[in-house]
């Protein structure tokens, strides 16, 4: 039976566990586009913006955990996908991204949005250094073919892979006969090959966790050994620490964790609680504990014992010291082996799994009137209601958005808390709500800033397929993070002002809920409702813009490169 480049591609996507694709389409990709809406196994969002789509597609991998596809055609639609490309590969995502090349090398014609390999020659690169983790291009069935069987080991990858797919029309529609896959290989299973576990630091690693007051410094990598690093933690009295994107991993309201680090958090405590003397180990899971991560806390390690416990290694050598012990290793399994042997190490004296919800700290001032509301006092209703009461998703913007969201929002649950600190792209929440919405089936908020939402956003595509995405806009009329880091550095003003933007009618004008709120009431009913409605909607929120966010740390970093 005979089956073009365009339906094979998207049906063995689909037997890899793909169920959902997030682009917008160009006459390139015509063929891939009519396949992906016609596959009944993948459901196709159609975007409003190349980049938006992709940091949908690469959310939704990250909440699924499962392989998503983007897709854009040639030219322009590479180039505008290229912001949410580099998040995607930073984020550990496994996207794969369909688009097109134009013809194999240039006519000298120049045609409309020609693309060639030559233009994408230089967009892949590994650990995350590129665009792509590995691309190719294709100008044939034989050549599709023959990377065909590569694709499943790409997207195998336990850390993530953004793969890049870019075929001329001619071999999208070219036909071949179907290749007929055994039914071992048709189950979307393609396990990784993983580092077996080190026994014997197993056993190391539990004496030390026995015998020594440690701390596990505990990143998104992490995540899928969640229930064994809190039965870890408490079987040793060890003190947890995450960083953003790992917050709930381990319970923010377990007695054993000391909050997170990186961006927005309390480098005082974090410092005090990296001395030697209060924890001389210090065992790192999940992070490469770049800037936004750690603020660079590590450095202060010269003196205490480390550990790194993960794969890629290499990725982190730089950030950690010489004398660190690096086990490479697949975080869920080398951890299950921790927990057995420590189990068989120590007795068995569990704290309670069960703690009293921590109060909001620190409280929330009294807003004035009609003044604009503190941020603290948004946090504040934000952990109420969609954290305590509905234990729900929520994503926190590039800004001042997730400084705030960082330092004082408090989750119980792996997963729950999305940021996207490796890039720091505006707007990706703005657009990729839309992705965790469609994988989580349930409403969703995002905290942005105003800049963020006009940059770039889908609310339409939400509106379009009814997704129960609710952005709520932290609306001070500037781009605030700009304006007040721009003075922390001791510089003149910058024009940072936005002219004031009623949201709520934008929402409204996009086929969306929009709410507007000046008071703390207005606001806990606004939210109240639009989670209860699971319908696309924005809340308008107006802060006091002169409310400086925890920054302290990233501005010296900016110092320090000033003064490089």
Same mark, same amino acid.
């Given at each position: ?45 159609? $975007? ?9 597609? !690469? ?45 194999? #090398? ?29 691309? =190719? ?115 923010? #309201? ?63 050598? %730089? ?43 620190? %409280? ?20 109420? +209601? ?9 994503? %926190? ?13 408090? =989750? ?10 490796? =890039? ?9 709500? +839309? ?24 609310? !339409? ?16 009329? $500037? ?18 002002? +936005? ?42 929120? #107006? ?22």
């Amino acid at each position: 039976m005979k089956i073009t480049v365009a339906g094979d591609l998207i049906q063995y996507l689909a037997e890899l566990g793909a169920d959902a694709a997030f682009g917008v389409s160009g006459g390139f990709i015509v063929p891939v586009w009519h396949e992906l809406v016609a596959s009944e196994r993948i459901k196709t969002y159609h $975007c409003r913006h190349e980049s938006g789509a992709v940091c949908a597609a !690469s959310e939704y991998s990250l909440c699924k955990n499962r392989p998503a596809i983007a897709f854009t055609t040639a030219g322009p639609g590479i180039s505008n996908a290229l912001t949410g490309l580099k998040s995607a590969s930073l984020d550990g995502s496994r996207l794969i991204f369909i688009s097109a090349i134009t013809a194999s #090398a240039s006519d000298g014609r120049w045609p409309l949005q020609e693309t060639t390999p030559e233009d994408l020659a230089r967009l892949a690169a590994p650990q995350g250094q590129g665009y792509f983790h590995a691309m =190719f291009t294709i100008s044939s069935a034989q050549e599709y073919l023959a990377i065909r069987p590569r694709i499943a080991g790409y997207l195998a990858s336990v850390t993530g892979c953004t793969l890049g797919l870019f075929l001329t029309p001619a071999a999208q529609n070219e036909t071949f006969e179907q290749v007929h896959q055994p039914r071992s290989m048709r189950s979307g299973r393609y396990p990784a090959t993983i580092t077996p576990v080190d026994s014997q630091r197993v056993q190391q690693l539990a004496g030390v966790l026995h015998r020594q007051n440690c701390l596990l410094w505990l990143g998104f990598g992490a995540r899928h050994a969640a229930e064994n690093l809190a039965h870890i933690a408490e079987l040793s009295r060890s003190t947890v620490i995450t960083t953003p994107r790992g917050k709930g991993i381990f319970p923010e #309201a377990h007695p054993l964790c000391a909050g997170t680090t990186g961006l927005g958090s309390d480098s005082a405590r974090v410092s005090a609680l990296l001395s030697p003397e209060v924890h001389p180990v210090v065992m790192i899971l999940g992070s490469r504990l770049g800037e936004l991560s750690s603020s660079y806390a590590q450095q202060q390690l010269d003196s205490a014992e480390v550990y790194f416990i993960g794969l890629n290694v290499q990725q982190v050598r %730089a950030s950690l010291p010489a004398h660190t012990t690096f086990i490479e290793a697949d975080i869920p399994a080398f951890v299950a082996a921790l927990y057995r042997q420590l189990v068989a190490t120590v007795a068995v004296n569990r704290l309670p799994r069960v703690w009293p919800a921590l109060p909001f700290e620190p %409280a929330p001032t009294a807003d004035a009137g009609d003044a604009p509301l503190h941020p603290l006092t948004v946090m504040s209703v934000l952990q109420d +209601i969609v954290i305590d009461r509905y234990n729900g998703y929520l994503a %926190a913007e590039a800004g001042n958005a997730f400084v705030w969201t960082n330092r004082y929002l408090k =989750f119980s649950s792996a997963l729950r808390y999305r940021t996207s600190p490796g =890039f720091g792209a505006m707007a990706h929440y703005a657009c990729g709500l +839309i992705g965790i919405a469609a994988a989580a089936g349930e409403t969703v908020v995002a905290v942005t800033g105003d800049g963020s939402m006009l940059m770039a956003n889908e609310v !339409s595509t939400a509106v379009r397929y009814r997704l129960p995405a609710v952005w709520l806009v932290l609306n001070d009329g $500037c781009y605030n993070m700009c304006r007040q880091g721009v003075e922390l550095l001791g510089n003149a003003p910058l024009d940072c002002e +936005i002219p004031p933007v009623d949201f709520a009618l934008l929402a409204q004008s996009l086929g969306a809920t929009g709410y507007r709120v000046k008071d703390r009431a207005g606001l806990e009913q606004a939210l109240t409702t639009a989670m209860r409605l699971r319908q696309p909607a924005i809340i308008d929120v #107006a802060i006091d813009r002169n409310a400086v966010p925890p920054l302290g740390d990233r501005i010296q970093t900016l110092k320090t490169l000033s003064d490089a």
